[in-house]
């Protein structure tokens, strides 16, 4: 089965304009009003602009249009500003990615295999980087809307760019939590399918040690290097 992560194809998956909610195996999708644009791009600036830092387990399930559970992976993630990013699933879709803001590393060990490719730092192709990179022009890249719940704090954006991996993202903040923690991000494409990140032990600006965004590779793999367009 095709691995997914939350950089490249595996975040070619959004969510329309309805607000999701986690039970076992199944995403829900609820109707929810949502706020004034305007405000909400603010409003999610300010929230974003909280994070230099962010460090999380997370559970990360995919399905099809029909329900159907494509794949269900766990593992750990790291992001520091600027563009840095560290995403590592276990089990049977073992697989660690990497950037220090400049290249991005995908190294599948049972392939013994590393691709490397020049980091995207658009907001609109990397996502991940909502967590870690500069957001001033969001509003520029994305329609956004707010809703909120007497629990959360739910941001829905969709790319101005109809041409996008993905068509909407949902990003939900537990609004009971003094650091407001990011809970859960929720992707769908165009076919329908959505995938659903949810986060657990978060922690808002912890201390990463320096070399936690750098990969060195290993002896003996393949490699195959796109940056500048050598891929």
């Known amino acids: 089965m095709k691995r997914t ?53 997370f559970v990360q399930l995919t399905q099809d249009g029909l329900g159907n559970t ?19 699933t276990e089990g049977i879709y073992e697989q660690l990615v990497i950037s220090d803001g400049q290249s991005l590393w995908i190294y599948d060990e049972d392939l013994e295999q590393v691709s490397i490719k020049d980091m995207d730092n658009r907001l609109s192709e990397t996502p991940a980087l909502l967590l870690g990179g500069d957001v001033s022009a969001i509003g520029d890249d994305f329609i956004i809307t707010e809703s909120n719940t007497e629990n959360e704090i739910r941001f829905i ?35 329908g399918q959505i995938t659903q990140i949810s986060f657990t032990d978060v922690l808002n600006n912890p201390t ?24």
């Open 157 to 191: 954006l969709q790319p101005k760019d109809t041409s996008q991996l993905f068509d909407s993202l949902e990003l939900d903040f537990n609004k009971l939590d003094e650091q407001q923690s990011l809970t859960q991000m929720i992707i769908r494409d165009a076919s």
């Open 208 to 231: 990463l040690a320096q070399d936690t965004f750098n990969f060195s590779i290993p002896d003996g793999i393949d490699i195959i290097d796109g940056r500048q367009g050598k891929y």
């Open 5 to 57: 992560s939350i950089i490249g194809t595996g975040l070619a998956l959004a969510l329309t304009c309805a607000s999701p909610s986690w039970a076992g195996d199944t995403i829900h999708v609820l109707s929810q009003p949502v706020a004034n644009t305007t405000y909400a791009v603010q409003n999610l600036k300010q929230q974003l602009n909280l994070i230099n830092s962010f460090s999380a387990k």
């Open 70 to 88: 494509l794949q269900r992976v766990e593992g750990f993630m790291q992001v520091a500003k600027p563009g840095k990013l560290r995403w590592k």
